[in-house]
């Protein structure tokens, strides 16, 4: 375990290079998925989205359309050899609102982002019953774990070995993020990105061997 333990720590500790010559792209490629951003109440959904992505949409967009839609623009790091940029569009949901809205609300998802707070447990177990609810729609796209509030050391109740074993059930990465500090906030979302691109590969591929 602890080996595997280490190595969700190492992905979480990811970096992007907001100066790669990658971001800016000129010429490349481009495409985009929509992400369902998903958790209970007051985990920090929408701060991590507003630390990181184009957010021009006012929060009481939520509370009226049980999601709010955000522009998060991903850049695919140079192991993939392609420079191709993808636009992730993040779509911030109410978890009440799945189950009124699942369909319309979930249609067409490519990627999640689960957030859970790492001050109450109960979150990540809320999380385990909304990804149930997710899969119904977005079956099988790539999950990312974001376990957010880890810079309040003295108040987790939920330790990184939670996170490992939700993640390994869930063939998730996961990153303890803070959206105060911006710790692992554009790790995470680069993880995102690069899942998007590879599932779509590998569907691709399986349809061209038939």
Known sequence: MSGEKESCARIGRGRFNRSSPFRRGVGA???KAKVAVIGGDAVGKRTLVHRSAFDPV????????GAKVSKKEIVLPVRLRDGT???LILWTVNPRALTKRESALLRGTAAILGVCDATRMQTLE????????VRRTAADGPLVLAVNKWDLSGERQLQPDDALRFAQ????????TSATTGENVEAA???LGEQVVRHRR???QEIEKG
């Open 169 to 176: 059930a869930h063939a998730a990465d996961c990153f303890f």
């Open 85 to 87: 940029f993808i636009d």
């Open 202 to 204: 590998e569907k691709t």
């Open 189 to 191: 979302f680069q993880a």
């Open 58 to 65: 006012s929060d009481r967009f939520v509370a009226t359309l």
């Open 126 to 133: 809320e999380l385990d019953g909304l990804m149930q609810t």
């Open 29 to 31: 490629d481009r495409s």
